[in-house]
């Protein structure tokens, strides 16, 4: 009896590692988590925790390997071998975000444009809503590439994380992004040394 649990629970964890949740919606209930369009949540299982990163097995032919640095940044508790994780990349595969299964995470979605360009290193963009107001984030290193490549003043769409930290960005829409095109001077300057 012990045994056929014992078998379920595997069972269900090797489905849990399995399941990649295709496009992400609305705030997930249980996180209360916010994602933009094109990003997406994978579950995964943590195999192994080296040299400050995860290895994660998402039930992809190669496991991800996550590090730590992104939880220790936001005090959240290390990750140890078997948890299971809700690991959030964007629209390039790139890692958005990592949480325990049923962990709280407070992302906000902020609808505005870049306010000027950013300076050489990419790692600080002045946002003016759509509402008018000015706010000044950092920038996840992961995401300087794309929020350095929306061009002063085209209509875009924030992720920012737990910390006020810029996560990932998208256009507005299709309308937005096709406007971006003809604007390549209003981009900001490429990183310095």
């Known amino acids: 009896m012990a045994l056929h649990a014992l078998e379920r629970s595997v069972i269900t964890l090797c489905l849990l590692g399995a399941v990649t949740l295709a496009e992400a919606g609305p705030p997930s209930p249980s996180t209360g988590s916010e994602l933009l369009s094109g990003d997406r949540v994978l ?3 943590v195999e192994e925790v080296r040299s400050d990163q995860a290895r994660i097995n998402t039930g992809e032919m ?6 730590m640095n992104v939880r220790k940044e936001k005090k959240l508790p290390d990750l140890k071998k078997g948890d299971l994780v809700e690991i959030t990349v964007n629209d390039q ?4 975000d990592v ?3 049923g962990e709280m995470s ?4 902020v609808h505005g444009r870049i306010a000027q360009p950013m300076e050489s290193g990419h790692d600080k963009a002045v946002i003016r809503t759509n509402d008018g107001k000015q706010e000044s984030h950092v920038v996840r290193p992961v995401a300087r590439s794309k929020v350095a490549s929306i061009p002063v003043g085209a209509d875009a769409i924030f992720l920012i994380d737990e910390l006020g930290k810029i996560a990932d960005v998208t256009f507005a829409n299709a309308e937005a992004a096709q406007h971006a095109g003809g604007m390549p001077q209003q981009k900001s300057p490429l990183k310095g040394n």
């Open 106 to 109: 407070h992302h906000q979605i």
């Open 93 to 96: 595969n790139l890692l958005v």
């Open 43 to 45: 579950l995964g299982t």
């Open 99 to 101: 949480h325990l299964v």
């Open 62 to 67: 190669q496991p991800r390997f996550v590090p």
